[in-house]
């Protein structure tokens, strides 16, 4: 069957079936192809280890995140029988907000839920597709506004254009950066920030997670004391919030102590939020 006289599915149900390659159940360890609901997908990653697999290594949510684009086509079956094709960003965005819940139940609101490091469903990634209504750009000026203590190396857009970034402040005590979303506000639930690309030293150590909405009272939602996380270039470190059900429009992570080198420079190459959004 010609993939283009498939019907298009823009909101996938949990009950709706993809083909996928089963690592584990293969015979003589090859993988064997078998289908499955979104919902059994879902639960391979619902509670996903630090390299982004549930506890079998199924690994099927990260190769969806980094081989597909987003415009690329997954052929699946319906809960009719009806075959479909469904873009990887339909999908993605099917799933979270099947799964995802808002812990305030305002109306109209978007769950951006944490799935894996580096996934395209966070708040600056859905900034960056307009809402998921273009394709991806860099969200600074058009959706947010990244700022800084000071700059000493590389320019704020770099913290979230999903590029390999050397950013740094300079080694001045409570450097920061900040991200301000233009319209509507976060209920951040997970936050991910991602060591520079090239450098093997400096990695942040001591930091705040803060929320505003004045950009003048800043309230804590995570604090880290001594996180020894980031250990490697490019590498990604996720936490998750559970400080407050408020919603804030300004966002900063705030330097609070020395470096892995015994220095204040606030060293980044990206950062990302998660959570409940009301535009």
Known sequence: MEISKLKTLTTPSLNDVLPILDI???????????????????SLIEFPSDNGSNSSGFVVPTIIKTIAESGDYFIGIDSTGTTYKI??????????????????????????????????????YYLGRQKNTTAWSNPHGNGLTVSASAVDN?????????????????????????FYILSGKLNCRHYSIKSRETHTDYYP??????????????????????????????????????????????FRILNTGVSSSNYYHLCLGEVELYGSYAP
């Open 24 to 42: 584990n159940g293969g015979v003589s360890g090859k993988p064997i192809l078998r289908k499955i609901s979104l919902q059994g997908i879902f």
């Open 205 to 250: 150590r001591n930091w705040k997670l803060q929320g505003s909405n004045d950009n003048s009272n800043w309230v804590d939602l995570d604090t880290q004391s001594n996180n020894a996380g980031l250990s490697s270039p490019a590498q990604w470190l996720s936490l998750p919030v559970t400080a407050t059900n408020d919603y804030y429009s300004y």
């Open 154 to 178: 590389g320019s704020v857009d770099q913290l979230c254009n999903r590029i390999g970034n050397d950013f740094w402040t300079p080694s001045v005590p409570n450097s920061w950066v900040s």
């Open 87 to 124: 873009t990887k960003a339909n999908l993605l965005a099917g799933l979270s907000n099947d799964t995802g819940s808002s812990s305030t139940g305002n109306t109209g609101g978007v769950t951006l839920s944490f799935v894996s490091n580096g996934d395209a469903n966070g708040l600056f």
